[in-house]
């Protein structure tokens, strides 16, 4: 932060002489004038021994205890200074400048209760001293006050426009009540009234980052630390400004040098980790967080800080046990608990993840994106409607977020609710026009509700963002197989497999190519293996039964159907498809018994054909 007011020693321009004992050593004012000069030399030890000598000769002077009270604060000694003021306070109790001069040593001390009433009364019932405005409303401010220290700094202001420290000072409180503008534009104001001061730069510079301006706020940077190359701070705060702007070597040098100045802040550790982490260098990043964690062990942002270097590389129980610490050390830190939900997701442990994400909501039940990790969670483990709450929750709370309602599609579309997959889809493109996964989705949405080349235009769009996913591809090879395109397909097909060897749709789009040219036995095959990887099988164990069928292989691909049919009890088609294998088999009974089940869940454009298999069991 900048020095203010009382803080600075405002050197003179011109040479000031060295100045000589006093011809008279009875003169206090002698001694006092010398005591000047040496303050103005920036050397306030010496200041203090010319108002000893003065004290000496008047013990009891209010005016001189507040001098040498100043004095000593400037030159380190706060006790001394404390039993200076005290004094002159005790002396003159209603004496402002001694007051103020209190107050101020104490606000430097953290005794702010105590400052805050020296300098109260210092100002009185309407003081024109501008700094001492400005000085108590800096009370009020780290007292947490800020409608007071903006009333504050607003007076000193109307007093004297030019008080920099005040624009400065106001600068943090607008920006603490969201006035980003308002706290930039005092920061300006401070900057030009006091160029030289690197405080303000610094300060102003991160502002500026926060607002996205980083060439500006290097600029800044750059500034304050050709004033004082020895602000830490300023190091620290450019090589953030750096790695925001994708400099990682840069910020690293930063970070280097402000821990050459000041090694023992952990904070600038953390810095430096997530410099080296975006170089690649996760040894070197793991080295600084486990620094950090030595020079703060009971900080749970350093752990928290661990973890997620461990889990950007991979490593999930490394993660967990580092979120662990976390939680030993704060059992109500909210970030680190939501965060163990989402790795223990991913590391299998759907249990420990919904255990940890469900803590969280019952601390703050409006975190929408802690619904959106909890809904994830819950579909994994087959809790379809408690994800499909989970999502909803997220919408209501965020109806703006794009994400919720992709996940949501991706549900509707594994509960087999189409038209709400097509619905929600759609939504995230108002948002997205070019999304892939959201194109993807409608795509597969539309081949459900039979909408083919629609579904094909939105499968190719999606191609067409991102040519190396493999899902696009599998599921236009499977549109394509509904329309008999069966080159096309088996080429979508291979495309996608090229990718991925384990994408479902493309397995089962080629085990419909398979079927289609006569090749029921490479046809179990690939749908054997989308079996295998298959988050919703129905279709998959369907097909997989007409391979077998195929093939001559009954009993087994009764087994599949029966599977089928046990998934959807409500769908005709695994009852149809269990009604011709019966009759294949000779199982007359049971044939016209699964048919009649499929007649009747049949759809209108499909009961037809039903009935006449029917009539066909032999």
Same mark, same amino acid.
């Given at each position: 932060?900048?020095?203010?007011?009382?803080?600075?020693?405002?050197?003179?321009?011109?040479?000031?002489?060295?100045?000589?004992? /006093?011809?008279?050593?009875? *003169?206090?004012?002698?001694?006092?004038?010398?005591?000047?000069?040496?303050?103005?030399?920036?050397?306030?030890?010496?200041?203090?021994?010319?108002?000893?000598?003065?004290?000496?000769?008047?013990?009891?002077?209010?005016?001189?205890?507040?001098?040498?009270?100043?004095?000593?604060?400037?030159?380190?000694?706060?006790?001394?200074?404390?039993?200076?003021?005290?004094?002159?306070?005790?002396?003159?109790?209603?004496?402002?400048?001694?007051?103020?001069?209190?107050?101020?040593?104490?606000?430097?001390?953290?005794?702010? *209760?105590?400052?805050?009433?020296?300098?109260?009364?210092?100002?009185?019932?309407?003081?024109?001293?501008?700094?001492?405005?400005?000085?108590?409303?800096?009370?009020?401010?780290?007292?947490?006050?800020?409608?007071?220290?903006?009333?504050? +700094?607003?007076?000193?202001? %109307?007093?004297?426009?030019?008080?920099?420290?005040?624009?400065?000072?106001?600068?943090?409180?607008?920006?603490?009540?969201? *006035?980003?503008?308002?706290?930039? !534009?005092? +920061?300006?104001?401070?900057?030009?009234?006091?160029?030289?001061?690197?405080?303000?730069?610094?300060?102003?510079?991160?502002?500026?980052?926060?607002?996205?301006?980083?060439?500006?706020?290097?600029?800044?940077?750059?500034?304050?630390?050709?004033?004082?190359?020895?602000? &830490?701070?300023?190091?620290?705060?450019?090589?953030?400004?750096?790695?925001?702007?994708?400099?990682?070597?840069?910020?690293?040098?930063?970070?280097?040098? !402000?821990?050459?100045?000041?090694?023992?802040?952990?904070?600038?550790?953390? +810095?430096?980790?997530?410099?080296?982490?975006?170089?690649?260098?996760?040894?070197?990043?793991?080295?600084?967080?486990?620094?950090?964690?030595?020079?703060?062990?009971?900080?749970?942002?350093?752990?928290?800080?661990?973890?997620?270097?461990?889990?950007?590389?991979?490593?999930?129980?490394?993660?967990?046990?580092?979120?662990?610490?976390?939680?030993?050390?704060?059992?109500?830190?909210?970030?680190?608990?939501?965060?163990?939900?989402?790795?223990?997701?991913?590391?299998?442990?759907?249990?420990? /993840?919904?255990?940890?994400?469900?803590?969280? @909501? %019952?601390?703050?039940?409006?975190?929408?994106?802690?619904? @959106?990790?909890?809904?994830?969670?819950?579909? @994994?483990?087959?809790?379809?409607?408690?994800?499909?709450?989970?999502?909803?929750?997220?919408?209501?709370?965020?109806?703006?977020?794009?994400?919720?309602?992709?996940?949501?599609?991706?549900?509707?579309?594994?509960?087999?609710?189409?038209?709400?997959?097509?619905?929600? &889809?759609?939504?995230?493109?108002?948002?997205?026009?070019?999304?892939?996964?959201?194109?993807?989705?409608?795509?597969?949405?539309?081949?459900?509700?039979?909408?083919?080349?629609?579904?094909?235009?939105?499968?190719?769009?999606?191609?067409?963002?991102?040519?190396?996913?493999?899902?696009?591809?599998?599921?236009?090879?499977?549109?394509?197989?509904?329309?008999?395109?069966?080159?096309?397909?088996?080429?979508?097909?291979?495309?996608?497999?090229?990718?991925?060897?384990?994408?479902? =749709?493309?397995?089962?789009?080629?085990?419909?190519?398979?079927?289609?040219?006569?090749? =029921?036995?490479?046809?179990?095959?690939?749908?054997?293996?989308?079996?295998?990887?298959?988050?919703?099988?129905?279709?998959?164990?369907?097909?997989?039964?007409?391979?077998?069928?195929?093939?001559?292989?009954?009993?087994?691909?009764?087994? *599949?159907?029966?599977?089928?049919?046990?998934?959807?009890?409500?769908?005709? $088609?695994?009852?149809?498809?269990?009604?011709?294998?019966?009759?294949?088999?000779? $199982?007359?009974?049971?044939?016209?018994?699964?048919?009649?089940?499929?007649? /009747?869940?049949?759809?209108?454009?499909?009961?037809?054909?039903?009935?006449?298999?029917?009539?066909?069991?032999?």
């Amino acid at each position: 932060t900048g020095t203010a007011g009382w803080e600075r020693v405002a050197l003179r321009s011109r040479r000031l002489p060295r100045p000589e004992p /006093s011809a008279d050593p009875a *003169d206090v004012e002698g001694w006092l004038a010398r005591a000047d000069v040496h303050r103005a030399l920036g050397d306030p030890a010496a200041a203090v021994a010319d108002l000893d000598a003065a004290l000496r000769l008047s013990p009891d002077a209010p005016a001189l205890l507040v001098a040498r009270g100043e004095f000593r604060a400037e030159a380190g000694d706060a006790p001394g200074a404390i039993l200076d003021l005290d004094r002159a306070v005790a002396l003159d109790p209603d004496a402002a400048g001694a007051r103020a001069a209190r107050g101020r040593v104490l606000l430097e001390r953290g005794e702010v *209760d105590r400052a805050l009433d020296d300098l109260d009364r210092a100002c009185g019932s309407g003081s024109d001293d501008a700094r001492l405005v400005a000085d108590r409303g800096y009370a009020r401010h780290v007292k947490g006050d800020l409608e007071g220290a903006l009333a504050d +700094y607003e007076r000193a202001l %109307e007093i004297d426009p030019q008080l920099g420290v005040a624009h400065y000072r106001r600068a943090d409180v607008r920006w603490k009540r969201g *006035d980003r503008r308002g706290a930039l !534009a005092d +920061y300006d104001a401070a900057v030009a009234l006091e160029p030289k001061d690197p405080g303000y730069r610094n300060d102003r510079g991160v502002a500026r980052q926060r607002l996205g301006e980083l060439d500006r706020a290097i600029e800044d940077f750059d500034h304050a630390l050709a004033i004082e190359p020895g602000r &830490a701070a300023a190091w620290s705060n450019r090589g953030v400004a750096r790695l925001k702007r994708g400099d990682a070597q840069g910020a690293i040098d930063d970070f280097d040098r !402000a821990l050459e100045l000041d090694p023992g802040t952990p904070l600038r550790l953390g +810095y430096r980790a997530s410099a080296r982490l975006a170089l690649g260098d996760l040894p070197g990043a793991l080295a600084d967080s486990a620094r950090r964690e030595e020079l703060a062990p009971d900080d749970p942002r350093a752990p928290l800080e661990r973890a997620k270097l461990l889990d950007e590389s991979g490593d999930r129980p490394g993660a967990t046990l580092a979120l662990g610490r976390v939680l030993e050390l704060d059992p109500s830190h909210v970030e680190a608990r939501a965060l163990r939900g989402r790795v223990r997701r991913e590391a299998g442990d759907l249990a420990g /993840s919904i255990a940890d994400l469900e803590d969280v @909501l %019952e601390r703050v039940p409006g975190e929408s994106g802690v619904w @959106l990790l909890l809904g994830q969670s819950r579909q @994994l483990a087959g809790d379809l409607d408690g994800a499909l709450a989970a999502f909803s929750r997220g919408i209501d709370l965020e109806p703006d977020a794009p994400s919720a309602y992709a996940n949501r599609a991706l549900l509707h579309l594994q509960r087999g609710d189409h038209d709400l997959a097509l619905s929600d &889809a759609e939504t995230v493109l108002r948002f997205l026009p070019d999304n892939p996964i959201a194109l993807h989705c409608r795509g597969v949405a539309r081949s459900r509700l039979g909408r083919t080349r629609e579904a094909i235009e939105d499968f190719s769009a999606a191609i067409g963002k991102v040519p190396s996913l493999a899902a696009p591809w599998g599921c236009r090879a499977d549109a394509r197989a509904d329309l008999g395109e069966w080159d096309a397909a088996a080429a979508d097909a291979a495309r996608a497999l090229e990718i991925d060897p384990t994408c479902e =749709p493309a397995l089962r789009a080629r085990g419909r190519v398979g079927l289609a040219s006569g090749d =029921p036995a490479a046809a179990e095959a690939d749908l054997t293996r989308a079996l295998e990887v298959a988050a919703d099988p129905y279709d998959v164990l369907l097909l997989r039964a007409l391979a077998r069928r195929d093939a001559l292989r009954l009993a087994p691909a009764l087994d *599949d159907a029966r599977r089928a049919a046990s998934l959807r009890e409500g769908d005709f $088609r695994a009852w149809e498809c269990l009604g011709d294998l019966f009759d294949r088999s000779g $199982r007359r009974d049971e044939a016209i018994e699964a048919l009649d089940r499929a007649a /009747s869940l049949a759809p209108p454009e499909a009961r037809a054909r039903v009935l006449e298999r029917r009539a066909a069991v032999r």
